[in-house]
């Protein structure tokens, strides 16, 4: 366990460093689109700082795969939902999202669909190396048997 939690910290320091720069470029796209003209001490604070942990705790949640003993569905779940929720509470702390059914409910719409999009991808990259692999292993097996 604590080999995950280390494992944990490092990659969430590691991902903690470009929250300011993911937040600078949002910021300058607001500012691009007329959105916000300018921005408060404050708001730049909460911004800096909720960004870095937004960063730090999506960073260390890919440390959940490693965990063997936990099943593939279980360690999916676990971490699109702390990523759901700090991600959410990231939007509604910045003033990105407005509190309401209608705005959550939007917000979490294109997350799962975000969300599943993303995995379906992995899934589809991996599915087609591990075929490619298995090709291989059968091609140099049966030209093993061969000889």
């Given at each position: 366990?604590?080999?995950?939690?280390?494992?944990?910290?490092?990659?969430?320091?590691?991902?903690?460093?470009?929250?300011?720069?993911?937040?600078?470029?949002?910021?300058?796209?607001?500012?691009?689109?007329?959105?916000?003209?300018?921005?408060?001490?404050?708001?730049?604070?909460?911004?800096?700082?909720s960004l870095s942990a937004l960063a730090?705790?999506?960073?260390?949640?890919?440390?959940?795969?490693?965990?063997?003993?936990?099943?593939?569905?279980?360690?999916?779940?676990?971490?699109?939902?702390?990523?759901?929720?700090?991600?959410?509470?990231?939007?509604?702390?910045?003033?990105w999202l407005e509190w309401g059914v209608?705005?959550?409910?939007?917000?979490?719409?294109?997350?799962?669909?975000?969300?599943?999009?993303?995995?379906?991808?992995?899934?589809?990259?991996?599915?087609?190396?591990?075929?490619?692999?298995?090709?291989?292993?059968?091609?140099?097996?049966?030209?093993?048997?061969?000889?």
């Amino acid at each position: 366990m604590k080999k995950f939690v280390s494992e944990f910290l490092r990659r969430g320091l590691i991902a903690c460093g470009l929250g300011p720069i993911v937040l600078a470029t949002v910021y300058w796209i607001l500012q691009q689109t007329a959105a916000v003209e300018t921005l408060t001490v404050n708001q730049v604070c909460i911004g800096i700082f909720s960004l870095s942990a937004l960063a730090f705790i999506a960073g260390g949640m890919n440390v959940i795969y490693q965990i063997e003993r936990l099943p593939l569905m279980v360690a999916i779940l676990i971490h699109g939902g702390v990523l759901y929720i700090s991600y959410l509470a990231t939007y509604l702390l910045n003033g990105w999202l407005e509190w309401g059914v209608t705005p959550i409910l939007v917000f979490s719409g294109i997350f799962v669909v975000g969300y599943f999009a993303i995995w379906a991808i992995i899934y589809s990259i991996i599915k087609r190396n591990t075929e490619k692999l298995n090709e291989v292993l059968k091609q140099r097996q049966q030209t093993a048997e061969y000889k």
